[in-house]
Structures are given as structure tokens and as C-alpha cells.
């Protein structure tokens, strides 16, 4: 894999669309061809060699491209948009939308990420070692479609609206959250290690909820069903299995009623 | 600074004119003061057309693109505009405004879309009369097409009350008073007291179900608005969107609709020979008793409609898109919510009509969206009288309006169709639901020009503005990059040609210039004008009911002067 080096040398004066940052849109190009991408500051187009220095070598396909983003660059989103393959390491916090819509290859934030973090996610891997803020794995703005596969993990905590109307995938977040996990959910796993305020599951057709901690206001649509042992994230531990959302319309599978669970650790 | 009053002359083009019988011939289009004519001076713009295929502007006889419940599909799907847009810098600003959306696209889009695609009329094919300031002042926003809408009657009480009563003369004159107060067009009919039923959680999904507490049935409420309208003898006809949308088994509904013209005929100044336009025919051509035995019932409801002169109808072609419905027909919108569990929006006018908006997804890989494909096209193609039947998409309950060039070559290439049919993952059972595959029939340009400008302007009844390149028309011209002699053998560059015009003509203006805005000269909004002595009964009537089942003034429900943008008065001179 060879390895592309971005270095942050003109901090924007608002925030910075990034969406040209992808093993994608690097793979086969030269230093200055990829200095030429554009990305835009409110409605002014620039290019990325505005902002940043490039140094290394793209690979010939986005598999084969590595990208390590060096400088503070807080205030600039979309690293990852759209990737299909390859590695992103972003060595600070990062803005909005980091890996939204991502298919494939893995991104790394070694630092915070704002909202929207692999909202309608297919695939691939992104770990946060910091917090990320609200709508993890989420649907965009209006959409029934949230994250569908792949993994998010998440080291620190995270805000509202984790896995909104998602669909399949695994989310991890290993500090606390707040309110509204799996809203409208229709499938995928939303594993919380630490504790949540409330909301967990609402109008969720289908899915898996996993509360470590405390959950202070469950819904009343949840019903407790059995006690079980069950692995998660590489142990084993006792939960107590709610079903619902029992308000919500039921599906059904070869006959049997399917619903959404909601595991809460003994 | 745009110059109408200038000379133009598009010469040596393939013309097409279904009107002057015109079939390719090489011929000069010239255009003087915003208007056909038969010669200019040399002083004329000249415009290339050699090697080119010319037509009069397009005509779309029915679209849904200004209104409250097109605002609603913007509103609920935020979705629908993101990463469609071609809006931001770095991708080339195709008009002066930004262009965003896809299946409900900005009013900007819209105008220009229409003018790229070599269209320059569009009739919004619903206004709720409540809201018709909304739908007028979205019209002024929609750059450089003329516009009509069409109010809507099918489950107004008024109407039920005139009819119940055999009362022609007083709903006739309130359809002319409500015409006025909206600035409306004609009668437009949407599933006939199926809305006022579904008010009630109820519906009529045949003609012959009474609608609650007005002891009538959609039979009635069709017959008593056709009389009406021929009566007035209104531009264009009965505008109908009939009962039982949608379903499986619906062709059977749709006959019986059809059947209540027989021997109803029609004495007009404007031209129009039919008395009912049936609108998107395609959602009303279904055989089978429910989605899994489903199947196409095109030819039964053609072999009618090409037996009926007075008949017209256009296709609503399903194009396989993600997109949005939405129809004054609130109780089909529940259904299909209820099918698709999607995002879903509601909404009853007071006495008038309803509506209800939910997303949709024609898949190709589903066999349901394939056979819907199919039927639309089998429509066209069973066709024996192409001024008779039209392309739209029903934009955007079929797919957006922005397809029409794909539905133009899929109907002029069977390759075409083949290649779609063979990206369906239940082809074979598309195949043995349809008639589709046996079909070689390819239509020809002159068809095409008779099903989109000609034959809809006809229709209308604005033939004398629309659809033709004969004197005295408005001087509205499409140039396609289509040699009319060596077409092309690859389906797609007859759908490039259709989508960006080498040409746009707009009275006399070139608003498009290789698919590029390049001008945006005054847009009007046409209605229609009846003179006719105050009818004492209808305005007391009036009165009574908004000082008791509506819930704003008398004095505050017409549109206000401000509202109509350049108005253009439609006018008779009713019985």
C-alpha cells in the first residue's frame, strides 16, 4: 500500500467540504493532480493544494492508497465521503460527515469527529479514538435508508440519534450516550458499553440494542421476554432481553412476528 | 436585454408539424414580433437547422409542478435534492437560478429542464382552489414555460349538490366563477368522490359506489362535470384521473368510466374533439385480482380508446426511478404507504378535494415496477390514433418529467426496450404478465411530434397558440440535433438529442442554445374566461357556504391580480 501525506498549511477562514479526501479520488493520480481536486469553503470553490502539502505516493487504486492527514483540521468535513477502498488516518479531530456513504476501506480519527459520522454507511471501518457527536450511523436528514453494513467503533462518547432508521451493520460505542438509539430501525446492532439517558428503540421494527450501563428512561414499548447469555464484541455476558417496539408495525418471517431487541446487561 | 420584437428564420431544418402535415420535409421556420409568420425580412436572425430536426415547442397536457402538495414532496424529502443538485460552483450553472431536485426538482429546475428538453407548455394537472395564490405564485418562480392549471372538481360539494340535482346551468356557472377565482383552466377530476369517501376513512373504487352523505356515485359526478363542461364549451375537455388508481383488476373501472361518453360529443370553438381526457392511463390499465397474479391490461383499454373518437388519454410511464408521489387522490396515497411503510403526508381542503404525497421506488428488479414499465409503453404502442394519446410520466408519480427523452426512445427503438427489459432481474415474468416483448413496433418522428406537441396542444383546446408552426402561432420552436434522415441506430444519442435541444425558441427569443440557458425572456400564465351573466342562484349559494363550511372570507379566497403572473385570458362566451 503506498501512502499519501496531506499536511495542513492554510487553515480555511469557515469550514472546508473535504470530499475530494478519498483513496478514490487520489488513486493514480500525481502530487499535483491531487492538489488540483477541488473542495469548497461556503460557495467558493477551492482546491485542496490551497489548504494542504502533499507528500508520498498515491497508489494506483484506491485499495492500494493509504491517506495520513496531519494539522489541526477541526473545522473541516466530508474526509472519507463516498470511499469505496483504502485507508484514511486523520491525526486530529475532525468535522461533520466524516465517511458518509462509505462502502469500503477504513478511516481512522485520532481525535474527535462532529455529526453525522458514517451516516448511511454500506461498508468498511471507521474508528473514532475520541467522542463523536450526534447521528452515528445515521439516515441523512429525511431519508429511511441510515447505515446498511460495516463497522463503526466509537472509544469515547457520542450524542443523539445513533443508527437512525439504520438497516444492517454493527455500531460500538464504548463511552456513554443520550438519547435516541435505533430509532425506526429496520436491522443492524448498536452496541453502547457505557450508559444512555433514554429513547432506546423507538418505532424500531427490527435490530439489536446492547446497554452496558445504565438506562435511565426506558420506552414502554419494550417487554421483558427472557434472560440470556449472549457474545458481544468478544465476551460473554448476562442480559435481560426486552422485545418491541411494540407500538411499531410487526414483520413477519417464515410466519413468525419478528421484533427489535433490546439486551441490558445484568 | 432580450429583443421579442426581433426577426428570426431556423432554416433548412427536418420540420415535423402534425398540424400542417408537414413529415420532415426540408424546410425555413420563420418567426416575426413573437409569432409565426410566413416570411421575414433580411434582417433576420438566421438559425442553422441543417441536419436538424425542428417542432414546435413542446406541450406537456399534464405534470404536477406548482402547488402546496409539490411543495410538500420538496419539504418532506430533503433527500431528493442531495448530491442531485447542479448547483454548487464547479459544476456548470445551466440557468441564472440554482437547480436542485430530482423527482421534485425547484421551480427553477423546472423551467429550465423543460426549456433544455425543447418544451415551452406545461399544465399543472391539479390545483386545490383553496391554495391556487400558492400554485399562481410558484408559476411566476418557474422561468420561461407557459403554464395552465387545472382546478380540481371530482369531490367539490358545490358540484355534488348541482349534479344531485340535475342542476347543468348552476354548475356550469359555478365552474365558470371558480375558474375566475383561481385563474383556473378547465375541469380536472381526480378520483371522484373517492377523496370526499376518504374523508370518512371510506373510498368509491368503482363508478357506481356512493359517496357518503351525498347520495350520489362517481358515475354521476363524471357525466354531470362532462355536460357542464360541454355546456360552457370550455378549451379543453373533462380531465379525469378515474376511480380505483392503481390497482390490480382496475382496467375493468377504467371501461366503465370510459363507456359514460358514449355518444357524448362536443361542439367547441377551440377544436377539441373529445369530451374526457383520461390522464396517466397506465395506473388504470391493470388486469389480475391482486400484485401477484397482476398483469397488463393495456390492450383491452386501448382497443376502447382507439375505437372512441372522443376520447383522449396520455401514458403516465413508470420510468424506473426513485421518485415521489402525490395525488389529490388521498385514500390511493394511504394504500401505498401502507405497502411501502415510507415516509407519508396527508392533507384534506376544507370542502373541496384532498391530497397525500409518499415516496416511491420503481425498481427494475421488481417484478411489480416491470409490468408497470411495460404497461405504459404498450399504451403508446397499441395506439392507433397518435393525436389521441401522450407522453408524460404523470411527473412525478411515474418518474420525473425529466425522462421523457428515454420514454421518446424507448417508444422509437425496440433495442431500446430490450435493453431495459434485459436489466430486469423477472424479466421473464415481465415478459409473460405483458405484451411488451412482442412488440417491433417503432415509432417515427412525425409520432413523436404528434404526441407531444401537436396532439396535447389539440387537446387542450390551444392549438391556436401551441403545438403547430402555423401562422399566427406563438413562435415556440424545438431544434434537436436529429438527422431525420440517418437516425441514429444507438438508442441513447435520440435520447441525448431530446434532452438538450440544439435550440429552444420561446416567442421569438433563443432561450436555449446547445442545451445551455441563454436567456429567460416573460413567461404567461394562461386561464380561461367565461362571459356569462351573474347567475343569482349560484352566487347566493356561494355565500351561504363560505359563511358556513369554509374557514377564510369570500373576499379573500380569488386569487388577487398580484398573484397572476402576465395573465393570458382564454376567452368564450359561455351559452
Redesign the interface.
Known sequence: MKTITMTLVQEPELYLECYSVTPDQFAGKSLAEIADLPAHEGKIQWKLGDFFKFEGKAGETAADTKIVVNGNVRKMKRFGQKMSAGEVVINSDADMYIGGWMTGGKITVNGNADTFLGIAMEGGEILVEGDAQNYVGSSYRGDWRGMSGGLIRVKGNAGNDIGTAMTGGTIIIEGDAFIHVLTHAEGGTVIIKGDVEGRVGGQMVKGDAYVFGNLLYPLPGFKKVATVEKEVDGATYTFDQYIGDLGERKVKKKGEIIYGNLYLKK | MVNSMAELLIKNGFVFDPILGIKGDIADVAIKNGRITDKVSDKAEIVDASGKTVMAGGVDIHTHVAGPKVNVGRE????DK?FRGEY???VLKQGKRMEMGFSVPSTWKTGYAYARMGYTFANEAAMPPLFAPHVHEEFRDTPIIDQTAMPVFGNNWFCFEYIKNDETENNAAYIAWLLSATKGFGIKIVNPGGTEAWAWGKNCSSIHDEVPHFEITPAEIVTGLIKANEYLGLPHSVHIHGNNMGNPGNYKDTLDTLRLTSGINTSNKFGREQVLHNTHLQFHAYKGSSWSDFESGAKEVMDYVNQNKNITVDIGQVTLDETTTMTSDGPFEYHLNQLT???WANLDVEIETGSGVVPHIYDKDVRTSGIQWAIGLEIALFAKDMMRVYITTDHPNAGPFTRYPGIIAWLMSEKARQATLDTMKWKDKVIDASNIASMDRELGLYEIAQMTRAGPAKALGLLDIYGSLKEGSDGNVAVYNLNADELPSDPALIEDAFRNTAYTVKEGVIVVRDGKIVAEPPKHTLWTKVNMPENAQVMHDIREKFSTSYSINLENYPVFDENIHNARAIELDAN
Do not use: I, Y
Open positions: 418532506m424529502r430533503p433527500e442531495f454548487r460552483g464547479g411503510h415510507f415516509k
